[in-house]
Structures are given as structure tokens and as C-alpha cells.
């Protein structure tokens, strides 16, 4: 049986509107419906002009989040039962600008991401012979969760302080930096640390802590950007001491 | 870094005027910014108490009587609605700010952090008041 939701989606096309503006689009579905396959079904059936970004429709690739009822949600992991018999209203990522309809420029996420050298940085350099990098579960339980990040960007729509100034490094970045840095085989720590003790590093952060709840990994980047507080001012007390690269 | 807007592509950026007002969740964190401005002010209550003692007997039961005034009386429960709830919102993003405690292997939970420091505020809270109560003049 199927039944029928109103759909609300921001359309922005830069070609003839001047700004974003609400287009209303009926559409049947089934209990087994993400948000993600009513646009499908938009673009296919109604609308083919409509545009927005998916990939793997389950909960990996990280490319198809969008405000969901206002909220940061991957739209292959958001039902349309849940909604319904009320309306979904779907608009893209908060925080960056839109490209078109449901699509926004994630360069400044991507820019930000390369900068953390987000790839272990070897503490001692192995040869072939010597074998492989070896990790205890305890060492590896230290970053695990941060590891879980998809790059979505749900985060960065959650934060305000990423909305009121883009020369925040934001919640996704530093968690993975944390995840780097936090590694027992990383030995690139003294170079991330300069990016975490700027201003625009962990201390933008005013501990809001809506990016750990809208993350759809479980990870906790408010954590990961709390606790590099503390390792920032550590670093701070034992650079002023006379000891460099002092933090974990 | 990369967000100059200068290309025939148009990216639109929209503003951000109301932001906290569009979420309940940012409503509770601005709940908890103003309510450090209400223990700020009564920090400085406390000051002015200390001021007053400093200065003699007559300007420190002349505190006494401001505090005693039913205005002030009706301030200090709204302040003390407001340090509760500000006292409970940090303790509920406690565990998000500090590095997690291992305990025989295994994370402790988040609500367990905040429960802990929901009892330690309130034993803190009936210690100071009981030993405040007891001394009688």
C-alpha cells in the first residue's frame, strides 16, 4: 500500500533564481523508502531538473547529507514513514554555499581536511624486512571511533561556530586529526599541533556538542576537539618549560 | 580559505540571522551561555557582600537588609532556577569534554559521568548549606 508525502525541497539554480526558493513535489512511497529515494523519485518522475549528490544508499560514501526538517541527516538513512502523515522539508548542508538545488561546494571542508595530513606520518620509518607496524586492541581503541568518520560533513551543518566563521577548522577535521594523532604509529603529532593551538583550531570551539549527536558513525568530534583543549595547553605549559612537541 | 564567490557558478550562501531560535537543541546551549552571566552577576553579589564586611558593621547589615528586601528575595530564586540549570548543563556536556575513563577495560558511559557530577554538585551543595545553617550568630 502505498501512501502519499508532501515533499518540500530548497531549488536553487543559479542560472535564473537570485536566491533559493521552496518547491513543493507530492510524492507516493513505501514503508522502505529513505528520504534519498523520494528525490529519486522526484528526479525521475516529476522533476528531472532536480539535482543533489548519493552514491552508495548505505550510510558510507558520506555523500548524500542534507537538512532534513531542519536537521543535519544522511538522506538514505532518514524514512519517509517517520515523517509522515506531516511534510519533509529537505535543504542542502547548512554552513556552506549551494551550488545548485541540494548541492554545496565542500572545498573549503576538503582544503581544510588536507591540511591535517590526514595519513599516519610514520614514527619510525620500517623496511620491508623489519615487518609490519604492530598495534595493541587497547592502542587501537584510543582512535577507533574517529576512524568511523565518512567525511559526510553533518558536522559542520551542526556548528554554529563553523557557520559564524569559516576560518574554523570545525568538528570532522579535528576529529580526524585527533584520530591521527592519537594513533600509536603516528609520529606526526608536532606538525598537527600548530593547526590545533591556533585560534582557529580546537579554540573556536564553545563545546555545543551538536556534532557528536547528529553524527551518523557514532563519532564524537566534540570530544576529539575537547580533549585537544587540554593537549593544547599542555603543549602550551611545556613548550613555555623548554620541552618541544610535548602532547599526548 | 576556498570560499570566494567569484565564478559564473553562483554558489549562494545564506545567512545565519537566527539560528539559535531554529533549533531546540540551540536553544538549550544559548540557555547555558546566558545562564553564566546570572553566576557571574551574583559572584559579584558576594563581592560587594565581602566589600560591605570589609567596611564596617553598618554597611554590612545594610547589605544584609538589600538582601532581605522581597525583591531581592524573588531575584534570588530566579537565579537559583537559573544556576541549576546551568550547573545541569554543563555536567551533561561533561563527558564530551574531557578524555574518556577506561575502568577495567571498558568506557565509561557518558550518563554515568553526568549522574557523578549531578550527586557530587548536590553532596557539595547540602554540605556548604547544612554548615552554613549551623553556624548561628
Same mark, same amino acid.
Not at chain 1, 528525490?39 to 552514491?55: A, G, M
Not at chain 2, 531554529?22 to 536553544?27: A, G, H, I, L, S
Not at chain 2, 553526568?114 to 554540605?127: C, E, H, Q, R
Given at each position: 500500500?502505498?501512501?502519499?508525502?508532501?515533499?518540500?525541497?530548497?531549488?536553487?539554480?543559479?542560472?535564473?533564481?537570485?536566491?533559493?526558493?521552496?518547491?513543493?513535489?507530492?510524492?507516493?512511497?513505501?514503508?522502505?523508502?529513505?528520504?534519498?529515494?523520494?528525490?529519486?523519485?522526484?528526479?525521475?518522475?516529476?522533476?528531472?531538473?532536480?539535482?543533489?549528490?548519493?552514491?552508495?544508499?548505505?550510510?558510507?560514501?558520506?555523500?548524500?547529507?542534507?537538512?532534513?526538517?531542519?536537521?543535519?541527516?544522511?538522506?538514505?538513512?532518514?524514512?519517509?514513514?517517520?515523517?509522515?502523515?506531516?511534510?519533509?522539508? #529537505?535543504?542542502?548542508?547548512?554552513?556552506?554555499?549551494?551550488?545548485?538545488?541540494?548541492?554545496?561546494?565542500?572545498?573549503?571542508?576538503?582544503?581544510?581536511?588536507?591540511?591535517?595530513?590526514?595519513?599516519?606520518?610514520?614514527?619510525?620509518?620500517?623496511?620491508?624486512?623489519?615487518?609490519?607496524?604492530?598495534?595493541?586492541?587497547?592502542?587501537?581503541?584510543?582512535?577507533?571511533?574517529?576512524?568511523?568518520?565518512?567525511?559526510?560533513?553533518?558536522?559542520?551543518?551542526?556548528?554554529?561556530?563553523?557557520?559564524?566563521?569559516?576560518?574554523?577548522?570545525?568538528?570532522?577535521?579535528?576529529?580526524?586529526?585527533?584520530?591521527?594523532?592519537?594513533?600509536?604509529?603516528?609520529?606526526?603529532?608536532?606538525?598537527?599541533?600548530?593547526?590545533?593551538?591556533?585560534?582557529?583550531? #580546537?579554540?573556536?570551539?564553545?563545546?555545543?556538542?551538536?556534532?557528536?549527536?547528529?553524527?551518523?558513525?557514532?563519532?564524537?568530534?566534540?570530544?576529539?576537539?575537547?580533549?585537544?583543549?587540554?593537549?593544547?595547553?599542555?603543549?602550551?605549559?611545556?613548550?613555555?618549560?623548554?620541552?618541544?612537541?610535548?602532547?599526548? | 580559505?576556498?570560499?570566494?564567490?567569484?565564478?559564473?557558478?553562483?554558489?549562494?550562501?545564506?545567512?545565519?540571522?537566527?539560528?539559535?531560535?531554529?533549533?531546540?537543541?540551540?536553544?538549550?546551549?544559548?540557555?547555558?551561555?546566558?545562564?553564566?552571566?546570572?553566576?557571574?552577576?551574583?559572584?559579584?553579589?558576594?563581592?560587594?557582600?565581602?566589600?560591605?564586611?570589609?567596611?564596617?558593621?553598618?554597611?554590612?547589615?545594610?547589605?544584609?537588609?538589600?538582601?532581605?528586601?522581597?525583591?531581592?528575595?524573588?531575584?534570588?530564586?530566579?537565579?537559583?532556577?537559573?544556576?541549576?540549570?546551568?550547573?545541569?548543563?554543563?555536567?551533561?556536556?561533561?563527558?564530551?569534554?574531557?578524555?574518556?575513563?577506561?575502568?577495567?577495560?571498558?568506557?565509561?558511559?557518558?550518563?554515568?559521568?553526568?549522574?557523578?557530577?549531578?550527586?557530587?554538585?548536590?553532596?557539595?551543595?547540602?554540605?556548604?548549606?547544612?554548615?552554613?545553617?549551623?553556624?548561628?550568630?
Amino acid at each position: 500500500m502505498s501512501r502519499t508525502i508532501n515533499i518540500e525541497v530548497l531549488r536553487y539554480r543559479p542560472e535564473q533564481d537570485e536566491a533559493p526558493v521552496f518547491q513543493s513535489f507530492s510524492v507516493p512511497f513505501t514503508d522502505d523508502m529513505s528520504v534519498l529515494q523520494g528525490l529519486q523519485y522526484i528526479k525521475d518522475e516529476l522533476d528531472s531538473t532536480l539535482s543533489f549528490r548519493w552514491s552508495c544508499r548505505m550510510a558510507i560514501c558520506g555523500s548524500c547529507g542534507m537538512m532534513i526538517n531542519g536537521k543535519p541527516e544522511l538522506s538514505c538513512h532518514t524514512f519517509l514513514r517517520d515523517f509522515y502523515p506531516g511534510g519533509v522539508r #529537505v535543504e542542502p548542508l547548512n554552513h556552506f554555499p549551494i551550488e545548485r538545488d541540494l548541492v554545496v561546494r565542500p572545498d573549503d571542508f576538503i582544503s581544510k581536511l588536507e591540511s591535517i595530513k590526514p595519513y599516519i606520518i610514520a614514527k619510525e620509518v620500517r623496511r620491508l624486512d623489519q615487518g609490519e607496524y604492530l598495534q595493541t586492541p587497547a592502542e587501537r581503541d584510543r582512535y577507533e571511533q574517529f576512524s568511523s568518520c565518512i567525511n559526510c560533513m553533518l558536522c559542520y551543518a551542526a556548528c554554529p561556530q563553523y557557520g559564524l566563521n569559516k576560518d574554523f577548522m570545525g568538528p570532522g577535521v579535528l576529529a580526524l586529526l585527533h584520530r591521527y594523532n592519537a594513533d600509536s604509529r603516528d609520529g606526526g603529532q608536532a606538525e598537527r599541533m600548530e593547526l590545533v593551538n591556533a585560534e582557529e583550531g #580546537v579554540w573556536n570551539c564553545t563545546a555545543v556538542g551538536y556534532c557528536s549527536e547528529v553524527c551518523p558513525k557514532g563519532v564524537d568530534p566534540a570530544n576529539a576537539v575537547n580533549v585537544n583543549k587540554i593537549n593544547s595547553a599542555k603543549d602550551f605549559f611545556f613548550n613555555m618549560l623548554g620541552r618541544k612537541g610535548a602532547g599526548k | 580559505m576556498s570560499d570566494m564567490q567569484t565564478d559564473a557558478r553562483k554558489p549562494y550562501v545564506r545567512p545565519m540571522e537566527g539560528w539559535w531560535r531554529k533549533n531546540p537543541f540551540f536553544v538549550r546551549y544559548m540557555a547555558r551561555e546566558l545562564t553564566a552571566l546570572v553566576v557571574a552577576a551574583y559572584a559579584f553579589v558576594l563581592l560587594a557582600g565581602l566589600w560591605c564586611l570589609a567596611s564596617g558593621e553598618s554597611a554590612y547589615n545594610a547589605w544584609l537588609g538589600v538582601l532581605r528586601h522581597p525583591v531581592s528575595v524573588a531575584l534570588h530564586a530566579m537565579a537559583l532556577v537559573a544556576a541549576v540549570y546551568h550547573t545541569w548543563s554543563w555536567f551533561e556536556i561533561m563527558p564530551k569534554t574531557m578524555p574518556p575513563i577506561v575502568v577495567g577495560g571498558k568506557r565509561v558511559a557518558a550518563r554515568v559521568i553526568t549522574a557523578t557530577g549531578v550527586v557530587a554538585a548536590i553532596v557539595v551543595t547540602l554540605v556548604l548549606f547544612l554548615a552554613v545553617w549551623s553556624i548561628k550568630p
